[in-house]
């Protein structure tokens, strides 16, 4: 079983940092990643007469966002297979949040939804490169969160999805965990649980730990057991709306089904692998292989309990569920944890080789979504 692993673990010892320059450090290398990523689509959207903003604000799940904030729940849309899609399968944060800023700023709600993507970005890099830093040592911790801002569908964390939302408020609570913080981390697990259904791997994270340490011990501090029993009462609570709303204690799911995203082991993906050509067909298990090898790093790097266990839990859910191929990688986004054994290589080279090595992921990664963003998508 990891154990819990602490500023000087043996995945590399923490070095003598000045209090400050490691999360400058860490908040200036995201925000210059995901500006790359910005002035890369800005220039692809004026060489295609496009609209780069309108992509960021108004696209994909961000309009059904803006409707609920606008209008509240209730939306629904029938396709000509006669599936139904509805609004339900949207958390309520995120369209809380562009609702409650669009009220007091003079923006409308697209724009509202952009401003709460683009200030958590920097607070969940700040809070990726404290994990990091706890478990490998500050330089490490930075490259984390630089790492973070490269991944490849990184675009999505400009846009107004909830995904950059939701891995800011798990950074922090699993960083709250690691310091033994156990109310915090409760409650900002809890309002993760408010924003996306993958707050399921938080939750587990959260009281995987505690039952493990109960086992250990033979006890639990109050606290430990106050913040497990908070933890998941945000997505408790909005599964719960939707099935007294719907009248039925199973409709959310029911929701989330008629959208495709029914849990089936993975057999959706299963299916989509055998359809495509050999070569696609290849080179995708191929980056699932890369996957699998990542999770196993993560193991043998012995990282923290809930960091591990919220990292498997993310990319387990992002695999065994039947929504369409395409989303995936942005699904398992914020399972930074799976970053952490790159980020330690990288942190033992020199900074003239590592700051090359960042601008190129940010450039690969920034044209990747400017194709993506002014392509048919989805993300």
């Given at each position: 079983?990891?154990?819990?692993?602490s500023?000087?673990?043996p995945?590399?010892?923490?070095?003598?940092t000045?209090?400050s320059?490691?999360t400058?450090?860490?908040?200036?290398g995201y925000?210059?990643?995901?500006?790359?990523?910005l002035?890369?689509l800005?220039?692809a959207a004026a060489?295609?007469?496009?609209?780069g903003?309108?992509r960021?604000?108004?696209r994909?799940?961000?309009?059904w966002?803006?409707?609920?904030?606008e209008?509240?729940?209730?939306?629904?849309v029938?396709l000509p297979?006669?599936?139904?899609h509805?609004?339900?399968?949207?958390f309520?944060?995120l369209p809380?949040l562009e609702?409650?800023?669009?009220?007091v700023l003079p923006?409308?709600?697209?724009t509202?939804?952009l401003?709460v993507s683009?200030?958590?970005?920097?607070v969940a890099?700040w809070?990726i490169?404290?994990c990091g830093?706890?478990?490998?040592?500050?330089?490490a911790?930075?490259?984390?969160a630089v790492?973070?801002?490269v991944?490849?569908?990184?675009?999505?964390q400009s846009m107004a999805?909830?995904?950059t939302?939701?891995?800011?408020?798990a950074a922090w609570?699993?960083y709250?965990?690691?310091?033994g913080r156990?109310?915090?981390?409760g409650?900002l697990?809890?309002?993760?649980?408010l924003?996306r259904p993958?707050?399921a791997?938080l939750?587990?994270a959260?009281?995987i730990?505690a039952?493990?340490?109960?086992?250990?011990?033979?006890?639990l501090p109050?606290s430990a057991?106050?913040?497990?029993?908070?933890a998941?009462?945000?997505?408790?609570?909005?599964v719960?709306?939707?099935g007294v709303?719907?009248?039925?204690?199973?409709?959310y799911?029911d929701?989330?089904?008629a959208?495709?995203n029914?849990?089936?082991?993975g057999?959706a993906?299963a299916l989509?692998?055998?359809?495509?050509p050999?070569?696609?067909?290849l080179g995708?298990?191929?980056?699932?292989?890369?996957l699998?090898?990542?999770v196993?790093l993560?193991v043998?790097q012995r990282?923290?309990?809930?960091?591990?266990?919220?990292?498997?839990?993310?990319v387990?859910v992002s695999?065994?569920?039947a929504a369409?191929?395409?989303s995936r990688?942005?699904?398992?986004?914020?399972?930074?944890?799976?970053?952490l054994p790159?980020?330690v290589?990288?942190?033992?080279v020199?900074?003239?080789t590592?700051?090359p090595v960042?601008a190129?992921?940010a450039?690969a990664?920034?044209?990747?979504?400017?194709?993506?963003l002014l392509?048919p998508g989805?993300p």
């Amino acid at each position: 079983m990891p154990r819990t692993a602490s500023p000087t673990s043996p995945t590399g010892p923490s070095r003598p940092t000045g209090s400050s320059s490691p999360t400058l450090l860490a908040v200036g290398g995201y925000a210059a990643t995901r500006l790359v990523g910005l002035v890369v689509l800005a220039v692809a959207a004026a060489a295609t007469g496009e609209d780069g903003l309108h992509r960021l604000k108004g696209r994909w799940d961000s309009v059904w966002y803006v409707r609920i904030a606008e209008h509240g729940y209730g939306h629904r849309v029938t396709l000509p297979d006669g599936a139904v899609h509805s609004d339900l399968a949207f958390f309520p944060l995120l369209p809380a949040l562009e609702r409650g800023l669009s009220a007091v700023l003079p923006v409308d709600a697209a724009t509202a939804g952009l401003l709460v993507s683009w200030t958590a970005g920097p607070v969940a890099a700040w809070g990726i490169a404290k994990c990091g830093a706890h478990v490998a040592g500050p330089r490490a911790g930075v490259l984390l969160a630089v790492l973070w801002g490269v991944y490849p569908t990184a675009f999505v964390q400009s846009m107004a999805y909830t995904e950059t939302l939701f891995t800011a408020l798990a950074a922090w609570s699993l960083y709250a965990v690691l310091r033994g913080r156990w109310i915090p981390a409760g409650v900002l697990c809890a309002a993760a649980g408010l924003t996306r259904p993958t707050a399921a791997a938080l939750i587990a994270a959260l009281g995987i730990t505690a039952l493990v340490a109960l086992v250990r011990d033979g006890r639990l501090p109050r606290s430990a057991v106050g913040g497990v029993l908070v933890a998941p009462l945000g997505w408790l609570a909005y599964v719960a709306y939707v099935g007294v709303r719907e009248g039925t204690p199973t409709a959310y799911f029911d929701v989330q089904a008629a959208w495709g995203n029914s849990v089936d082991g993975g057999v959706a993906l299963a299916l989509f692998i055998a359809g495509l050509p050999w070569p696609a067909a290849l080179g995708l298990c191929a980056a699932l292989a890369l996957l699998g090898w990542l999770v196993a790093l993560c193991v043998r790097q012995r990282q923290p309990l809930p960091l591990l266990v919220y990292t498997i839990g993310v990319v387990f859910v992002s695999l065994v569920g039947a929504a369409y191929f395409g989303s995936r990688p942005r699904l398992m986004m914020p399972a930074f944890g799976l970053l952490l054994p790159p980020a330690v290589a990288l942190a033992r080279v020199r900074t003239r080789t590592a700051v090359p090595v960042l601008a190129g992921l940010a450039l690969a990664s920034g044209a990747y979504g400017a194709f993506t963003l002014l392509g048919p998508g989805p993300p």
